[in-house]
């Protein structure tokens, strides 16, 4: 990162410029020697330090600690001759939120652009290879224009207006690669760029978050923005993107071609609603339906990111969908050969994936009555108890047995009219995670809908030993294990996901909720492991009892086998209402993540 000839080095908790020396030993140093830096420190109190780069001109570098970036100049010595070359002190301290974009004008109000996907990079662009006459070479002249490298694809900025000049999406452009459909690196875990364009083109190296695989790809630039100025971004033929080498590591390989061509839109959903965060608990009973002719047990329900469907898992092996208002009936889905464990919603809303019984997992297209991705027996030893998609849909977690696996996929619902039942949608076993000292994984819980550094990387597990185990994928390995952490083995985790509809303080987002049958409900903070609340009150002796948090982060509702529903504020051991009126056991509960409404199941009905 720095100049030939130059050093720096970036410590915890300050920044310094010069070489190194040893601490212990000389060239011969025994086995447990180490170097430490020597120089003048330009910048102390930043904070961890996670990233320093030299400016172009090499008078001034850029530090990155916390959620922060420091210009700093700097003390600069030419390593050949030991010479200081460049001196000052530290001109400024300035912190930038780095998952947001901001311009603003005098003119009109700022406005402001958020991103739900980590930033790994940002780098200088060479406009001028896109400009083809004269105009358009005065204003690239003018204008700065720079890389963002997300873990999902590449952007072009422009400077002056933040408008998006171009973006190439891994996936799409990759998976639909004509030559190279077998590389399927979804998502990048860091990504590095060429600063200067030869012939048009720029080199981008990427690697895989979650698999041992490394891609060089080649993008032209000109084309790429061409496809954004246009109405969609086309796949499959359009000389934008060409991968001109790989290194696949430790991965298997497949050859399945994809012919789909998948349209790209620019779209803009404003949503005109939030929700209330100074509201008080939904209390008022509004309506009961039944879900079947015969009383059938539902084993799991779960709102669209929305807030406009509701899905449920019965135990006669069919999944419906509801609209919010509980009036209409949107679908019913039938294939499976057992009770339903589990549903839930891509962030898109235009899937939903359920478990059953029989130890098979489908994908259903919300549109359609069939399946467009099936997992059958072959795929699992044991039961498939809870099944979600994970990292902003791009990948779906399950458990199986004491395992938990990480699949990618992809879904095709295009119909070959001579091979009309062969399934099109792929999906490829990423890793297996082993829960230690367990028989089952009873429960699972990660996040989906958003990007958050602490938790996004964060599976939260629990087994029938009674334990909880946190793995961080990103490391790729268990990081903690909480054992005895109720007195029976906890039948369900839940973690303060918030939803699109309100913003709650970053800490909050640590907290998650434990239930175990007769055991009452435990809070727990991530940061700490620690429980820092019981919510006692609800009985669950008879049926395990599914817990929900509500969208503000202030609200805990439970069932109860005492045929009520009950609600706990957040700072309060005690429950505040106690939601009557059901005629069996309430077992499962859901906040609608868009309005202050709550979804009751019973044993056998629907309220």
């Known amino acids: 990162m720095a100049g030939e000839g130059e050093e720096f080095a970036a410590l915890p908790e300050r920044m310094c410029l010069g070489g190194w020396e040893e601490t212990r030993g000389g060239r011969g140093r025994a086995p447990g020697t180490w170097l430490s830096p020597r120089g003048i420190v330009i ?47 530290v001109l400024t301290g300035e912190g930038r939120n780095t998952s947001k974009l901001c311009k603003t004008n005098n003119m009109r109000p700022e406005r402001t652009v958020e991103t739900s996907l980590p930033i790994l990079l940002i780098e200088h662009c060479d406009f001028l290879v896109c400009s083809h006459n004269e105009e358009n070479i005065s204003s690239a002249l003018n204008t700065t224009y720079f890389w963002i490298g997300t873990s999902t694809g590449l952007l072009i900025i422009n400077l002056a207006n933040f408008e998006l000049e171009g973006f190439l999406s891994y996936k799409d452009y990759v998976l639909f690669g004509k030559d190279y459909s077998d590389l399927s690196i979804r998502s990048a875990g860091s990504c590095a760029l060429t600063q200067k364009a030869v012939n048009g083109k720029v080199l981008c190296l990427i690697t895989s978050m979650f698999e041992d695989m490394i891609a060089v790809l080649e993008v032209n630039l000109a084309g790429l923005v061409r496809t954004q100025q246009s109405d969609f971004l086309p796949c499959g033929n359009e000389k934008n993107l060409s991968v001109i080498a790989r290194m696949t590591m430790f991965s298997p390989k497949n050859n399945l071609k994809k012919s789909e061509v998948s349209k790209w839109k620019t779209t803009c959903r404003c949503k005109n609603k939030e929700y209330p965060l100074e509201s008080y608990p939904p209390t008022k009973y509004e309506k009961e339906i039944s879900v079947t002719s015969k009383p059938t047990r539902i084993c799991c329900i779960q709102y669209s990111g929305d807030g406009e469907m509701l899905a449920c898992g019965l135990a006669d092996k069919a999944v419906l969908i509801f609209n919010s208002n509980l009036t209409d009936t949107c679908n019913v889905f039938s294939g499976h050969d057992g009770a339903v464990n589990s549903v839930g919603w891509s962030h898109n809303k235009k899937w939903l994936v359920s478990a059953s019984e029989d130890r098979t997992l489908r994908v259903w297209s919300v549109c359609k009555n069939e399946p467009v991705l099936i997992l059958g027996k072959e795929k699992f030893h044991k039961t498939v108890r809870f099944a979600q998609f994970y990292f902003m849909d791009a990948f779906i977690l399950l458990c199986c047995g004491a395992e938990f696996h990480l699949l990618s996929f992809h879904l095709d619902t295009t119909k070959d009219d001579l091979k009309r039942y062969k399934q099109r949608s792929v999906c490829k076993l990423v890793q297996k995670f082993p829960m230690a000292s367990t028989m089952e994984i009873t429960s699972l ?22 334990a909880l185990e946190v793995f961080d994928l990103n490391a790729g390995c268990s990081t903690a294990v909480i054992p005895e952490a109720h007195t029976r083995s906890v039948y369900q985790i839940c973690q303060n996901k918030g939803s699109s509809f309100s913003t709650q303080q970053p800490e909050a987002y640590n907290l998650f909720m434990t239930t175990a049958a007769g055991d009452g409900i435990k809070l727990w ?41 009950y609600i706990y504020e957040m700072h309060s051991s005690t429950f505040s209402h106690k939601l009557g009126g059901h005629t069996e056991s309430v077992i499962n509960v859901a906040f609608s993540p868009s309005s202050p409404q709550i979804s009751c199941d019973k044993v056998k009905g629907f309220a």
Not at 447 to 459: E, G, K, L, P
């Open 525 to 565: 903070d991530l940061r700490t492991l620690r429980c820092e609340r019981r919510f006692e009150g609800h009985s669950s002796h008879r049926y395990p009892c599914g817990i929900a948090v509500s969208p503000c982060g202030q609200f805990i509702a439970s069932g109860s086998d005492d045929k009520c529903a």
């Open 43 to 89: 910048g102390t109190l930043l904070g961890m330090v996670l990233h320093v780069r030299f400016s172009p001109d090499d008078q001034q570098v850029a530090v990155c600690a916390g959620n922060c970036i420091y210009m700093l100049s700097a003390k600069v010595w030419d390593y050949s001759t030991g010479q200081l070359i460049y001196q000052s002190g």
């Open 445 to 466: 819980s990660a996040v989906n809908d958003f990007y958050s550094q602490n938790c996004t990387d964060i599976i939260l597990t629990a087994g029938s030993n009674r």
